[in-house]
């Protein structure tokens, strides 16, 4: 299942305001999604990674729960 860009938010060119973090709210429900549902889930969602700067971060979830970036 493919959702659209940062489907969690709407699109945004401030996705600072509304970045997650890695693992956050968005992250759980495609988690969820894909292995309930047994498919594979991806969807991209403003995430602030490590360094401080908020990333459009593409993530596919497998169904088995095996987490791409």
Partial sequence: MVLSEMFSTGFTMNSLNCAEPLEGPS?????????????????????????????????????????HR
Avoid: M
């Avoid at 047994?38 to 596919?60: F, K």
């Fill in 27 to 67: 992250f759980h429900f495609l988690s969820e999604a894909a292995t309930n549902h047994q498919v594979g889930v991806v969807g991209s969602i403003p995430t602030r990674w490590e360094d401080g700067i908020a990333y459009n971060t593409l993530t596919l979830v497998a169904p088995d729960g095996q987490v």
